[in-house]
């Protein structure tokens, strides 16, 4: 069975930083892209950055771009997203998701997400 | 690529036909189009790729139609656990685009 668990989110001020992870098992790791999406309260998905098996080929959402780093190490199977500068309008639960394919072609669509961590960017 | 979804919501009784539209900026390429539902605490479901493919253990009222920039999700007759909201996503470079999402609500 696939599972993907994130963890790190938190409380945290503006400005400062904040690490997630993303425990992966049930598959492969190594063969597949992954992504973080982010859901801000009652609002709609919106993708933040993908990785593809090797870390060959990323891609990041103009919002996050210079701020925020996604990175995985396959040895653990697991991926990350380093977020830096954090602002109010990061304040989202952010899920962590598995693409169809291993990302080196470009994306395919995510069949497996986790549950979420919350992170809330407030003084 | 800006995805418009609509309606934004859709008002329906169980058993009635819903059908959500989904609109691109520009030509989605190979049709790299999917469809999500979310239930409220719940992570979003893949139900749609390819325009038209359902996902592993997606029944078959759910269905998905269109090209180019019109894309439609089809639910035939709805079930009461099909109340919920639903995106599309166009895939295959960076950036990946959600639309804003229609909720299906009972009437």
């Known amino acids: 069975e696939v599972q993907l668990v994130e963890s790190g989110g938190g409380l945290v001020q503006p400005g400062r930083s904040l690490r997630l992870s993303c425990a992966a098992s049930?598959?492969?790791?190594?063969?597949?892209?992954m992504h973080w999406v982010r859901q801000a309260p009652g609002k709609g998905l919106e993708w933040v950055a993908g990785i593809s098996w090797n870390g060959g080929s990323i891609g990041y959402a103009d919002s996050v771009k210079g701020r925020f780093t996604i990175s995985r190490d396959n040895a653990k199977n697991s991926v990350y997203l380093q977020m830096n500068s954090l602002r109010a309008e990061d304040t989202a639960l952010y899920y962590c998701?598995?693409?169809?394919?291993?990302?080196?072609?470009?994306?395919?669509?995510?069949?497996?997400w986790g549950q979420g961590t919350l992170v809330t960017v407030s003084s | 690529i800006v995805l418009t979804q609509f309606p934004g919501t859709l008002s329906l009784s169980p058993g009635e036909r819903a059908t959500l539209s989904c609109r691109a900026s520009q030509s989605v390429a190979s049709s790299y189009l999917a469809w999500y539902q979310q239930k409220p605490g719940q992570a979003p479901r893949l139900l749609i790729y390819y325009a038209t493919s359902r996902a592993t253990g997606i029944p078959d009222r759910f269905s998905g139609s269109g090209s180019g920039t019109d894309f439609t999700l089809t639910i035939s007759r709805l079930e009461p656990e099909d109340f919920a909201m639903y995106y599309c996503q166009q895939y295959g470079s960076s950036p990946v685009p959600f639309g804003g999402g229609t909720k299906v609500e009972i009437k």
């Open positions: 998701a598995k693409d169809r394919g291993g990302g080196s072609s470009g994306w395919t669509p995510f069949h497996y």
């Open positions: 049930g598959f492969t790791f190594d063969d597949y892209a």
